[in-house]
Nanobody, 125 residues
Framework: QVQLVESGGGSVQAGGSLRLSCEAS?????????MAWFRQAPGKEREIVAA???????TYYIDSVKGRFTISRDNAKTVHLQMNNLKAEDTAVYYC??????????????????WGQGTQVTVSS
């Protein structure tokens, strides 16, 4: 199994930047071919923000963050989400998640086995 811990959340003004990190303990991400960041705003469903495939490094972003957010990995234990030009609508709790298989259903939250505890991102306009 793997345990996930997010860090890097906080409060910024619109236009600012934050860098979220997700660190794995136990088994590393190399055992899990698909890792993603989700977010959940108050009163809304949890939605995928970005995903990265461990083999090949292919990435996916929702349209609203394309060109502003970047998902990356720097070793087998840490994945980042660089968030630039933040907007008020990016305010949410951000979660990292992973699963033990790869597939085209990476955008479906119910398909993920392991979740972090979440980190709050607040963007003021």
């Amino acid at each position: 199994q793997v345990q996930l811990v997010e860090s890097g959340g906080g409060s910024v003004q619109a236009g600012g930047s934050l860098r979220l990190s997700c660190e794995a303990s136990g088994r590393t991400f190399s055992y899990y071919p698909n890792m993603a960041w989700f977010r959940q705003a108050p009163g809304k469903e949890r939605e995928i923000v970005a995903a990265i495939m461990w083999n090949g490094g292919n990435t996916y972003y929702i349209d609203s963050v394309k060109g502003r957010f970047t998902i990356s990995r720097d070793n087998a234990k840490t994945v980042h989400l660089q968030m630039n030009n933040l907007k008020a609508e990016d305010t949410a709790v951000y979660y990292c998640a992973t699963r033990s298989y790869s597939g085209n259903d990476y955008y479906i939250k119910e398909r993920y086995d392991y979740w972090g505890q979440g980190t709050q991102v607040t963007v003021s306009s």
